[in-house]
């Protein structure tokens, strides 16, 4: 198509295939003028080149409409007629003009620099406003996706941003309060995905999102969709960054929703006296919570939420209209007015602010909810914290919540870390990578120590003190597919060793330890319970001093169990967790005698804990751990 495209600054390469058109370009280049793409066309960046819109240059890029995503984001097509590939990034410069994408595929993966990104706008200001990028995909980005920077007025509808590094939609958050020669205004992200959020290399992505929510006057996000944002405790979907806000200038934030991210759906994190409305947020299957709202002080006003978990750091702000299953305080630095709660099923809450001796306690206020006190459970709470729920009001302090014992093993290297009972983690090397890690009390000394089962030979590993140094203990067990058991099967106060076969879904129990390199003999108890591909667990379910066996499916969460060592029936079951959670077992909370769940959740490096065996949300958490870790837990006698 001659004429279509006249180049005044670099000439690109040029092919023709009927009426389409392929350009390449191997090196920066300078577009002066209006850049026209049609169905079919092509742009090929190679060597990192950037295509630069500098003064009079604009993109006209239409390709066909074409359905874009739906269904919270599960229903997507990532397919468009206009490609836009390769190595290499766009910039639109000071200078540049109105453009119009439309319906095109971005699959660049520029180099990870600074102003580097797929489709970026840098200080173009108002001579961006009118522009228009709708039905765009940005798809296996190197360095975020969507980024105007310091311009104004762009509107981003029915976009999709998948499998990206970085913060998908995104600009330079400005370095303090006062300088705001970062912040862009009027730019509206309507009915946007973001799915596939990951870390830059090397860093843990603590605080990594899919629409980073910056500072400017004007913006808003709509009928937007986050899922599978990975990263660290704080990563979300959307997030309310610190420096994040001119004066006036709260988004306006409707009917989104987020799911399936590895930590938090909405992370908050900033001190202001401004209102943010957040209306019809919908958070489901997070790995933390589906609400975390910090940092101190600040306004916020939700409206008509539908999530299952929230976490409260700041004071001052409220809820209003939709449900929430669980509601948990944490600790909080600055006083202020009550967080509220009107005309909003609430199911839970959970008072646990008392991590913080120069800490303030929080005032929460509850009306028309359906909650009542007693299902109200105050795990820490510093004097003077407060209940309100329809007028009454209760005064909480002290704390109700011992530490957890539990432990973490990176089978990579064979380190453990356990945690006492006051929060520390004593660390130490023991064992070969890949060893599969367990515990009891071998010597009936009281404290649970390392045990291993080295598949390679099928042996068991005991040492009697959590210290790095060589087993105490040494003997063949079981076959290299079975999975090793712990515990006090007998109830004399020491803890032995027992299989599962996952090939039979029978268990071998034994009441002696073997020694000396030799075998164990036949087994004391066998019996056949759970299913195939289902994980054993050991507790004391039911308080009588014995333990028992339980099994995990981690696909659903499901987790039933038997209160003899026989074969039957299950006695009990529950769902708790998330697909892919490792479950581990204790006496956790107010200790009573009674063994209970709690998993460690890979995804989000989270621990939760489940107080009772009966059906719920966790009673408590905390971070913990890596990705790949594995868990252990028992009572480890350090503090």
């Known amino acids: 198509m001659p004429g279509r495209v006249t180049p005044e600054t670099t000439e690109p390469m040029l092919e023709f295939a009927g009426d389409s058109q392929r350009f390449v370009f191997d090196r920066d280049t300078s577009i002066t003028y209006r850049f026209v793409l049609r169905p079919g066309d092509s742009i090929e960046l190679k060597n990192g080149a950037c295509l630069c819109f500098d003064a009079g240059g604009s993109a006209d890029w239409q390709g066909t409409p074409t359905s874009t995503w739906s269904d919270d984001g599960r229903q997507q097509n990532l397919e468009r007629d206009i490609e836009v590939f390769g190595h290499g990034h766009i910039r639109f410069q000071h200078g540049s003009g109105v453009s119009t994408i439309r319906y095109v ?112 006057l004007g913006n808003a996000v709509v009928d937007a969709a986050a899922m599978n944002v990975g990263g660290g405790q704080n990563s979300s979907g959307f997030h309310w960054p610190e420096h994040g806000e001119e004066k006036g200038g709260g988004w306006l934030f409707e009917n989104n929703v987020a799911h399936h991210n590895s930590a938090d759906g909405i992370f908050v994190w900033q001190n202001n006296k401004d209102e943010h409305i ?22 916020y006003d939700y409206r008509n939420l539908t999530v299952d978990t929230i976490e409260i750091h700041a004071l001052g702000w409220s809820v209003t209209g939709g449900s929430i299953g669980t509601i948990t305080t944490s600790t909080h630095t600055v006083e202020s007015t009550p967080v509220t709660f009107t005309d909003v099923s609430v199911g839970r809450l959970i008072v646990d602010n008392g991590g913080k001796d120069d800490g303030i306690p929080g005032h929460y206020v509850f009306t028309g909810t359906g909650l009542t006190f007693d299902r109200v459970t105050v795990e820490s709470a510093l004097p003077g914290t407060k209940v309100t729920i329809n007028g009454e009001t209760r005064t909480f302090a002290g704390s109700n919540k011992p530490g957890h014992p539990i432990g973490l093993v990176d089978p990579t290297q064979g380190k453990w870390y356990l945690r006492s009972t006051n929060g520390s983690v004593t660390e130490f090397f023991y064992g070969n990578p890949k060893d599969i890690p367990f515990m009891g009390d071998w010597d009936c000394d009281g404290d649970d120590t390392p045990g291993l089962f080295r598949q390679s030979d ?47 879904q029978q268990f071998f129990v034994l009441n002696h330890l073997g020694k000396n390199d030799g075998g164990l003999g036949a087994a004391e108890l066998s019996f056949f319970f759970g299913n195939p591909g289902d994980k054993p667990v050991v507790g004391d379910w039911d308080g009588d001093g014995i333990d028992e066996v339980g099994l995990h499916r981690e696909s659903t969460g499901l987790f039933y169990w038997r209160n003899t ?16 959670d490792r479950i581990v077992a204790g006496d956790w909370g107010k200790v009573d005698g009674k063994d209970s769940p709690a998993v460690f959740r890979p995804s989000s490096t989270t621990v939760f804990f489940r107080h009772t065996l009966s059906q719920g949300a966790a009673d408590s958490q905390f971070s913990f751990g890596r990705k790949g870790w594995l868990p252990v837990a028992g009572d480890f006698g350090l503090g």
Do not use: M
């Open 105 to 216: 595929e971005v699959n660049l993966q520029p180099d990870l620099q600074l102003a580097e990104y797929p489709l970026h706008w840098h200080h173009v200001g108002d001579g961006a406003r009118g522009t228009i990028v709708e039905g765009v995909v940005v798809k296996n980005s190197t360095n975020r996706a969507f980024v105007p920077h310091a311009s104004h007025g762009i509107t981003f509808r029915d976009t999709i941003a998948k499998n990206i590094v970085g913060d998908a939609y995104w600009w330079d958050l400005p370095p303090t309060d006062e300088d705001r020669s970062n912040n862009s205004h009027q730019i509206t992200w309507d009915h946007a995905l973001a799915d596939g959020i990951e870390p830059f290399p090397g860093e843990s992505g603590h605080r990594l999102a899919a629409f980073t929510l910056g500072a400017g």
């Open 278 to 299: 957040v209306n019809g947020f919908r958070g489901y299957a997070n790995g933390r919570f589906d609400i975390e709202h910090g940092a101190y002080v600040n306004v």
């Open 565 to 580: 060592l026989t074969t039957g029936a299950a006695d009990g079951q529950i769902i708790f967790g998330n697909p892919g």
């Open 458 to 504: 099928a042996f068991a590993y005991l040492r009697n003190s959590n210290t790095k140094g060589n087993a105490d203990r040494r003997f063949f067990l079981g076959n290299p597919d079975d999975i090793p058991l712990a515990g006090d099967f007998n109830g004399n106060g020491c803890d032995t060793v027992g299989l599962y076969r996952p090939s039979t």
